[in-house]
């Protein structure tokens, strides 16, 4: 399995970026899809995640309302949408799934088996 992160970059306070993640290897809408974050000096952040289907989301407090987690089962791909960007959204982003599709959602970096290289969001005030 395979999962391929991007469209990070350098953006202003108030900006807009949507990161996409590849996966290959495997039946993509089998498994639900999460986004995690790690700053400089920190520990993994739960982001987002979404269902097989996409019907449930869920998010974390520090980016609800302002994010939004998205799949194309079609295209192998999620995506987070991310809009009203804050130097604090600055962190490298991961894509990552569970190896099993017992999870409907999963918030938790021990739920998460698969992993992307990362997207580096680094957002300036």
């Known amino acids: 399995v395979q999962l391929q992160a991007s469209g990070g970059g350098l953006v202003q306070a108030g900006d807009s970026l949507r990161l996409s993640c590849a996966a290959s290897?495997?039946?993509?809408?089998?498994?639900?899809m999460g986004w995690f974050r790690q700053a400089p000096g920190k520990e993994y952040e739960f982001v987002a995640t979404?269902?097989?289907?996409?019907?449930?989301?869920y998010y974390a407090d520090s980016v609800k309302g302002r994010f939004t987690i998205s799949r194309d089962n079609a295209k192998n791909t999620v995506y987070l949408q991310m809009n009203s960007l804050k130097p604090e959204d600055t962190a490298v982003y991961y894509c990552?799934?569970?190896?099993?599709?017992?999870?409907?959602?999963?918030?938790?970096?021990?739920?998460?088996?698969?992993w992307g290289q990362g997207t580096q969001v680094t957002v300036s005030s």
């Open positions: 979404i269902s097989r289907r996409g019907g449930t989301t």
């Open positions: 290897g495997r039946t993509f809408s089998n498994y639900a």
């Open positions: 990552a799934s569970p190896s099993t599709i017992s999870y409907t959602i999963a918030t938790m970096t021990a739920q998460y088996y698969y």
